[in-house]
């Protein structure tokens, strides 16, 4: 499925969520949202799912061209889940925060000088299109997209609110 382009290009803070339900792994790195190369990415990689971007810019004092953050518990096929990534800009420091949580509990987060890049490039969600291979097999529902950085009792909430509504079913 693809997405318009111009209103996912993000110039502050944002937030991304998606519900989803795997049927099966069945490629080494199923897409469950893509903006580009040099956008943006939700990916399983290394059995790992990941909230990746892209960017030219590092930086000694944080020396990453791409910031990946990655969750630390493991998928249950039985169930839904909710997966939401939050890039929040700071001013002071020209720097970005990336933070993952998963099923409503931070599961990583890193400070980078990735700008998190605007590209031209649509929004493609349960594939890659440039990896035919990449395709999600499974469920998404209830994706949103905020213009601003939800913290973690935002998340939390949202999290319990989808419980109600059978994610754990």
């Not at 997405?3 to 795997?22: D, L, Q, R």
């Not at 933070?99 to 931070?106: A, E």
């Not at 400070?111 to 440039?130: M, R």
Request: hydrophobic share 35%.
């Amino acid at each position: 499925c693809r997405a318009a382009s111009k209103e996912m290009n993000f110039t502050g803070s944002y937030s991304i969520a998606i519900w989803f339900k795997v049927h099966s792994f069945n490629s080494l790195y199923p897409t469950l949202m893509y903006k580009g190369d040099l956008g943006w990415r939700f990916v399983r990689f290394r059995e790992k799912l990941v909230f990746a971007t892209n960017s030219g810019f590092s930086s000694p004092a944080v020396p990453r061209e791409n910031a990946l953050v990655q969750t630390n518990s493991s998928i249950d096929k039985r169930r839904w889940h909710l997966l939401v990534a939050v890039a929040e800009r700071n001013p002071d420091d020209a720097t970005t925060t990336a933070r993952l949580y998963f099923n409503g509990r931070q599961q990583g987060g890193v400070q980078t000088w990735n700008h998190l890049n605007n590209t031209p490039a649509p929004v493609w969600i349960g594939g890659n299109p440039k990896h035919a291979d990449r395709d999600y097999h499974g469920m998404i529902d209830e994706i949103a997209v905020f213009t601003r950085a939800l913290d973690a009792d935002d998340v939390w909430r949202m999290y319990e609110a989808g419980k109600s509504d059978g994610a754990e079913e």
